[in-house]
Each structure stands twice: as C-alpha cells, then as structure tokens.
C-alpha cells in the first residue's frame, strides 16, 4: 500500500540524481538505505547521538537519521559508497594501517566526519579532532586508533602536497652546451 502523503523527491546522491516517492517528513538515512539500497550508512540511534548515520550534505557532516528528505531539496550528498578524493583516500589507507575497525558498526560514520575534518583542516590539531569527532560513539573504544589514524591521514595528505609541489609541471628546458669555438 502507498503512503497518501508520498510525493516525488530527486535526491542527489554520490553524483547521481534518483528520484523516489516517500513521504516528506522520511528520513533520509531510510530513503538512503531502503530505496537507494545504499547500505554503509548505519542506524544507531535514531537520535543524532552516535553518528553511525553521518552523510555529507554539501560537504558537511549531517545525521541523516534526523533529516527529513524534504529538508535536503537539491544538496549534494555523499554517503560512505561515494565519498572520494585524497582525503578520503588518506583516511582509509591510515584507518587500515592503524586496524581502526574492531567491530565495524560506527565505521562509516566516523570516516565521514573524519574525512570531512580533513577537507576543511588538513593539519588538525587534537582539539579539532575531538571536536569533529564529538558524537561519533564507538561501542569498542577504538578512539585512540581514530584520532592516530586522523593524524597519519594529514600527514599523507602534507607529504602527498609537498611531493606535487616539487615536481614540475613541465620539463625543464634543455640545457644550451657552451660554445666552445
């Protein structure tokens, strides 16, 4: 049976628009994981209080358990499926050096936020970090993981900018031989 109160919303999601009927007030983690069948973003609480639901809405970390559909209209949004570019590369290569993961649950979310404080503070501090970081609980206590694996992400992010910065964008021009005559 159809929602009466169901109406056509375009989502655009991890570069791709997807148009569903749901009702406006659906949050957007359901129409995320029931009608897109994008299913790394986890429901925790349903409260906005641990995080395991973060997407980026426009680049910004957001509960998505607690936002309605209706409120995201034309925003951009990434879930864990589509989140790319270096920062997000950095993260999970440092997320597994550091064997972050215990149990797995609060993942996604925490490597949204965390990718999301990298884009906006490459070099963050501690501080920055735990606030960034503030309501994404993890059962398994891996936080001291987390925050190492936050930093070695920026350090490879810094290392990764100064390498580019030192090559060239082009070739340097030959070298004339003196003139010996």
């Given at each position: ?72 209209g034309a925003a951009r949004i990434t879930t864990i499926e589509g989140v790319a570019g270096p920062a997000a590369d950095a993260v999970r290569d440092a997320w597994l050096r550091r064997t972050v993961p ?80």
């Amino acid at each position: 049976m159809t929602d009466p109160r169901a109406t056509s919303i375009t989502l655009q999601v991890n570069g791709q628009p997807f148009t569903i009927e749901v009702p406006p007030d659906t949050p957007l983690l359901w129409a995320l994981r029931e009608w897109l069948g994008l299913t790394g973003t986890h429901y925790g609480c349903g409260m906005a209080q641990c995080g395991a639901c973060t997407v980026h809405v426009n680049g910004v970390p957001t509960r998505s358990c607690v936002t309605p559909v209706s409120a995201v209209g034309a925003a951009r949004i990434t879930t864990i499926e589509g989140v790319a570019g270096p920062a997000a590369d950095a993260v999970r290569d440092a997320w597994l050096r550091r064997t972050v993961p215990q149990c797995g649950y609060c993942q996604a979310g925490q490597i949204m936020s965390a990718v999301a404080l990298l884009t906006t503070h490459p070099a963050p501090t501690d501080a920055d970090i735990d606030r960034a970081m503030a309501g994404n609980l993890c059962r398994c206590g891996t936080y001291p993981r987390i925050r190492a694996a936050i930093h070695d992400a920026a350090q490879a992010m810094s290392s990764a900018a100064q390498q580019s910065d030192a090559r060239p964008d082009a070739p340097a021009p030959a070298q004339v031989p003196p003139n010996h005559s």
